[in-house]
């Protein structure tokens, strides 16, 4: 192993710390232009494991990859686009989006590319932390001794490659990849294609696949899954034009697309909600019975309640199955791989020339997959395993783990909404607690261990009555197994979460070693009351007015 190289430390007298961010997709470029906007930082460094910006966008390259939220919904708050081709863009839109937003900010001089995170330590004495970064060109390892970190992953960083389910698989003969993980090496025409998985990436990838008339694509699948009809028409040039002319127009369509989500809440994720969610499930069922060939609709309807898993609007998956080049395979499934292709559990053999594997993403390990050691030596792994899976601190922050920030952390995605418009709430969050620290001149912050406990006990009681904790079928929301811990949701409306992070409880938290006198950390409850209603006055008028940027 090469030595490494350290990076210099800010000396004492810097004004400002020096903040790592830790990947470079909308989460790290988000964090980025908060710090500086909120805090006035431009002492941070985004450290990027590949070779260019976008994150997930820039490694989905599997045919038909696209996005299941609309593209007005899907931008930075800060640079809206008026310019979307369509009401749902495709992945290399989105990537060139964020690629651009990244460059026109400013960000490339302070990005470095090809390095892996591989482990976070703690300095009690000290009170930094040092990153490790292996170049994933060479093998080098860099360190970077940091005062503070954003850890802006996401949860769809690291491919579920399901080989524990697929024993054989290292056997087979031909190319086996991951869609997250693309081979364009490989040559798919005219081949026998086996596609594992029926989620929102096989959706997209089979009828990308199949357009192939010579090819032949086996989609392997184990449960069935809610389809809602998509209208993906492209904009008219009438309407670009007054999203780039009109003042607020683009704003305005961004929130009208968050309300008309919010209202999805009410049958998508409450058990109480039953009626309403039975009449969006008979539109699902009409749906799939309208386009999708009789022969599979015994198995195409599912049993569990809608939102349950995640919910796939259509991208023309179910008319797909019509084409003589496809096959579903449910019936029966695999038992193992073998060298020519699988092997069912009914005995039936499937020649195959490759292998796709649609199986998702591994929302369980998240930052885990990095060795995180906080105060004390406190393993973060071990911590999360404690309490049956990842947790933090208004989605953001653990005990023992002092300036630690994660966007995108446990509880912050969404079964029906965007995520760039929470992950927007949480790094407006995130970036206030770093200001309060600098005015205070503190060292480190930290949740204490009692407000994490109560704030974590509350978010699970209230899943506990969502759609999402029914056991009926397993879904990437929870850890695995039955009553496995619901990790990744928040469990009320977008709205809700805006409003949950605007206000940070600094009398929930410990501030090390101040030594500025800052502001009270304690308000009281009628200050803010009075500051809630004021800023509800006030944002209300924008949005009727002028249209809030959120």
Known sequence: MSTPTPTPTPTPASPYPQVAIIGCGASGVTAALRLREQCGIETFTIFERNGGPGGVWLENTYPGAACDVPAHYY????????????????????????AKLHAEQGLAAHTRYHLECTSAVWSDARSQWTLSFRNVLNGERLDFVADIVLAAIGGFSLPNMQTSSLPGL?????????????????????????????????????????????????????SPQWYMP??????????????????????????????????????????????????????????????????????????????????????????????????????????RVTEAGVELTNGEQCPLDAIVLATGFDTCTFLTSIDVRGRGGADLKSVWDACGGPEAYYCSLVPRFPNLYMLGGPNSATGHQSVIFFMECQARWCCKVIARQLSLRASAVEPT??????????????????VWASDSTQSWYRMPGPGGKLHTLWPKSALSFYWTMMWPRWAEMDFVGKHGAGTSTRTSKSKALAWTALVAAVVGGAVYRFGLRV
Request: proline share 5%; with cysteine.
């Open 75 to 98: 931008s930075s708050a800060t640079t809206l686009n008026p310019s979307w081709s369509s009401h749902y863009s495709g992945r290399a839109e989105i990537q060139a989006y964020w």
């Open 170 to 222: 290292g056997a087979f003969r031909g190319p086996v990849f991951h869609t997250a993980r693309w081979d364009h090496a490989a040559n798919l025409q005219g081949k026998r294609i086996g596609v594992i998985g029926n989620g929102c990436s096989a959706a997209q990838l089979v009828p990308a696949l199949s357009q192939d008339a010579q090819a032949t694509v086996i989609n392997f699948v184990r």
């Open 230 to 335: 998509r209208d993906n028409r492209p904009f008219a040039e009438w309407t670009k034009w007054c999203y780039r002319n009109v003042p607020f127009a683009n704003r305005l369509a961004r929130w009208k697309l968050l309300l008309m989500a919010s209202m999805l809440r009410g049958f998508s994720s409450c058990l109480n909600g039953a009626k309403l969610r039975s009449k969006v499930e008979a539109i699902s069922t009409a749906h799939i019975k309208q386009h999708a060939p009789a022969k599979y609709l015994d198995f195409l309807i599912p049993k569990f309640p809608l939102g349950a898993k995640r919910i796939i609007y259509d991208p023309g998956y179910l008319d797909a199955l019509h084409r003589a080049n496809v096959e579903l395979v449910y019936r029966a499934q695999i038992a």
């Open 449 to 466: 261990p009692a407000a994490s406990e109560r704030y974590n006990t509350w978010l699970q009681q209230e899943l506990r009555d969502t």
